[in-house]
């Protein structure tokens, strides 16, 4: 039976790709997360989508570096983890962040250094066995600094410099590892951007992309896929045009 890690279950892009997997049958699903009420809520409805499904819940600090491995290394001593995606996140204020350090600090961790470290420990058990597949949910935001989001972007260029390298040290290893970036998708995290008349994509549709990805072991995946060439437009400005743009 395939061994499904979920780190950030509770996330919609997460919830709407392990419906895609629970939907396949056969599958144990392990949910980590920091709310347990909603895991489990999330864990029941995974077992009822398809024939064989089994669920694990489990919850942590997500930055804690100790408990991050001790979480991982325990999944990986009851089954090799053949899949999984790190999809945690949060999208900051941008203007709270520039008025308060400690702010900042937190959102730099919690969507830079956590993903990151949960990346380090669950590719160190796949190499392990052998073998496995790791999706990590970046952004769109990472591809250059915007004075709308860049405490977020930063974040997010890290991740995206951190998974090149694991790609590079991994390239001659049974063990892949996919970037997504998504632009703007319908979530609870970006009802604001919503409310605000912002065209977001479904979150189903992201989801497919991302399981898609993962399987034809792509490096790198923009989702909706018009993102490639939005952001290699915003990428290409030169800086004095781009300096005169409200983004």
Aim: net charge positive; glycine share 10%.
């Amino acid at each position: 039976m395939k061994q499904i890690l979920v780190v950030g279950a509770t996330s919609a892009m997460a919830e709407h790709c392990a419906r895609i997997w629970a939907a396949r049958g056969a599958a144990r699903l392990v949910l980590v997360g920091r709310q347990a009420t909603r895991l489990e809520a999330i864990a029941q409805d995974l077992r009822v989508r398809g024939a064989g499904v089994e669920t694990a819940v489990r919850t942590l600090d997500f930055e804690d570096p100790q408990a991050i491995l001790a979480l991982v290394e325990a999944v990986a001593l009851e089954a090799p983890i053949d899949l999984a995606l790190i999809a945690h996140g949060h999208l900051p204020d941008q203007s709270a962040c520039e008025a308060d350090l400690a702010l900042l600090a937190s959102e730099l961790s919690i969507n830079g250094l956590s993903p990151v470290l949960f990346a380090e420990a669950i590719v160190g058990a796949m190499q392990r066995s052998g073998r496995g597949a790791l999706a990590v949910i970046g952004s769109v935001a990472g591809d250059r600094g915007r004075k709308s989001n860049y405490v977020y972007g930063a974040a997010k260029g890290l991740l995206e410099r951190y998974v090149e390298g694991l790609q590079h040290r991994l390239a001659s290893t049974g063990v892949r590892v996919t970037l997504v970036k998504p632009g703007p998708t319908d979530t609870p995290m970006t009802a604001h951007l919503k409310q605000g008349g912002a065209r977001l994509a479904d979150v189903h549709h992201v989801a497919r992309d991302i399981v898609g990805a993962v399987e034809a072991g792509r490096p790198v995946v923009y989702t909706p896929g018009r993102w490639a060439l939005i952001m290699r437009v915003i990428r290409l400005l030169p800086r004095f045009v781009f300096n005169r743009l409200d983004i």
